[in-house]
């Protein structure tokens, strides 16, 4: 039996179409709108307790498993508790933080995990800076790992990122006067 070119272009579009598919296809849409309230839960979690300067509690619900990932504005975030280290030590210069989620995006992509994509509209005051308004977009992947709902993966894309970190550093020291 010979079999051509083109009939195993074709089965092998169809397998990778089958295998490509999204798991979520066979939930019903009562299972989609569960898996969904799940994730926004945690993602709700993340910014009411950033909104109140609970940094700690904001990342209660972020995964410590060695496969988790964690970026900001383009850089990867070596762990969780490197994570917990830059939060411990931003949140006490901080006065307001205060994030107004524009929508939020969340794609089923099974009975355990579903992205989500989040505008969102800031505000932020240092301990002796100005106030910022800005924007960002933050995105993550949330999953039920041994029967809880964690943030596996996250990304956060701020608009000007150079204005946002000038806005939160330390304001330069007063040089003293030079007599001449």
Request: glycine share 6%; proline share 5%.
């Amino acid at each position: 039996m010979k079999v051509s070119l083109c009939s195993v272009m074709l089965i092998l579009v169809v397998v990778t179409t089958v295998g490509c598919q999204s798991r979520s296809d066979g939930l019903t849409p009562a299972q989609k709108e569960a898996v969904a309230a799940s994730a926004k839960s945690v993602v709700d979690t993340v910014f009411q307790k950033s909104n109140q300067l609970d940094f700690a509690g904001a990342l209660a619900v972020y995964s410590n498993d060695p496969d988790a990932r964690y970026i900001e504005n383009g850089v990867l975030v070596p762990s969780l508790e490197a994570l917990r280290q830059e939060y411990a030590e931003l949140g006490p210069t901080l006065e307001l933080v205060e994030n107004r989620i524009d929508s939020e995006s969340v794609l089923v992509l099974g009975e355990d995990v579903a992205a989500v994509t989040v505008p969102v509209h800031f505000r932020i005051k240092a301990k002796g800076r100005p106030e910022y308004a800005g924007q960002y977009v933050w995105s993550g992947i949330v999953q039920r790992r041994n029967g809880t709902w964690r943030l596996v993966q996250s990304h956060e894309s701020w608009l000007h990122a150079e204005q946002v970190m000038a806005a939160i550093s330390p304001a330069p020291a007063a040089q003293p006067a030079v007599d001449r």
